[in-house]
């Protein structure tokens, strides 16, 4: 287990890298010049003397593998420069808005855990019957809407009509139960659906028809070879549900007025923040890839079968 934590951080490395060079090249290869809007955001004239100083002083005037290197040095130390909005460091902001949406998000994988699971087993041991087709179109139509008008209808519903819940902002537990359930929605009918499609999988497999030959209690073959073996794609799974949520989050920031570093970099797109820009899509990168490593890491721990060998391939 050792090795393979360590194989697996180290193949993170050149991954980030690969990242921040096709996120630098991008955002400098777009038709927006990052000058054109340090001068806009600042109110000033954008004349070409205003131009070449504003190029100078962001370091555009160099070469582009010089603004790379010089970009990737200052962004290892955590200096991702300065807001054109703000003027004030990007690094200091997304510090501040991070911990909001880290919270909306483990609101909704605790959401998409406490409904899917349950709903996923309740669905296999009903088999065919009515609880099993309810719960079967539920999650149909759970995967097929969208999710910011789902966020629209609940606001609608429970904020305007009921007054049941805050509509914007952050406060109390109140004002998270939307925005999650809205991010939650489509990753908790999509793992309900692959719980369920693999625990008849197993019930059906000839372990579990020789350990009911053999006498073993139904409870135990249950809880120790279906649930189990069934949970090994749903946790591989939960590395995809990740990236749903965060990119989930960003939507619902926006539209339920959330403070976090979705709702901050929405607004640094529209002004043409490049700072904010570029800080924002390699932060989310590498807490998208540390959670797969994580993922990776609890699956190698739920099938002890599995070792990784020299050249990445898994063997049993």
Same mark, same amino acid.
């Given at each position: 287990m050792g090795k393979f934590i360590v194989k697996r951080v180290l193949i993170l490395i050149p991954m980030l890298f690969i990242v921040s060079l096709v996120v630098f090249a991008l955002l400098h290869a777009g038709p927006n010049d990052p000058a054109m809007s340090y001068l806009r955001l600042s109110n000033i004239p954008p004349t070409d003397a205003a131009l070449a100083n504003a190029r100078h002083e962001l370091g555009?005037? @160099?070469?582009?593998?010089?603004?790379?290197?010089?970009w990737i040095f200052h962004a290892v130390r955590l200096d991702f420069g300065i807001s054109y909005v703000t003027k004030a460091p990007v690094t200091k902001h997304? $510090?501040?808005?991070?911990p909001n949406t880290l919270y909306l998000a483990a609101v909704s994988i605790l959401i998409?855990?406490? $409904?899917? $699971?349950?709903?996923?087993?309740l669905a296999a041991r009903y088999h065919g019957r009515w609880q099993d087709n309810v719960l079967r179109a539920a999650a149909y139509i759970g995967v097929s809407v969208p999710s910011f008008w789902f966020a629209f209808l609940m606001v609608f519903l429970f904020a305007m009509r009921l007054k049941w819940l805050p509509a914007l902002g952050l406060g109390g537990f109140r004002h998270v139960i939307m925005p999650a359930v809205s991010v939650?929605?489509?990753s908790t009918c999509v793992n309900a659906r692959l719980l369920r499609g693999n625990m008849l999988e197993q019930m059906s497999s000839r372990f579990v028809y020789y350990a009911r030959l053999r006498g073993t209690r139904?409870? /135990?073959?249950?809880?120790?070879?279906?649930?189990?073996n069934s949970f090994i794609p749903v946790v591989t799974a939960m590395g995809m549900?990740?990236?749903?949520?965060?990119?989930?989050?960003?939507?619902?920031?926006?539209? /339920?007025?959330?403070?976090?570093?979705? @709702?901050?970099?929405?607004s640094a797109i529209n002004n043409r923040d490049f700072p904010v820009m570029q800080c924002f899509i390699l932060m989310m990168t590498?807490? /998208?890839?540390?959670?797969? $490593?994580?993922?990776?890491?609890?699956?190698?721990?739920?099938?002890? @079968?599995?070792r990784y060998m020299e050249g990445g391939v898994f063997h049993a």
């Open positions: 555009l005037d @160099r070469p582009l593998v010089t603004q790379y290197i010089d997304l $510090l501040h808005y991070l998409m855990i406490a $409904l899917s $699971l349950p709903a996923g087993m939650a929605l489509m139904e409870s /135990f073959i249950t809880n120790r070879h279906i649930l189990k549900h990740i990236g749903e949520i965060l990119g989930g989050a960003v939507v619902a920031e926006v539209i /339920f007025a959330w403070p976090g570093v979705g @709702r901050y970099a929405v590498v807490i /998208f890839v540390l959670c797969n $490593l994580v993922i990776d890491i609890m699956y190698a721990a739920l099938d002890p @079968r599995i």
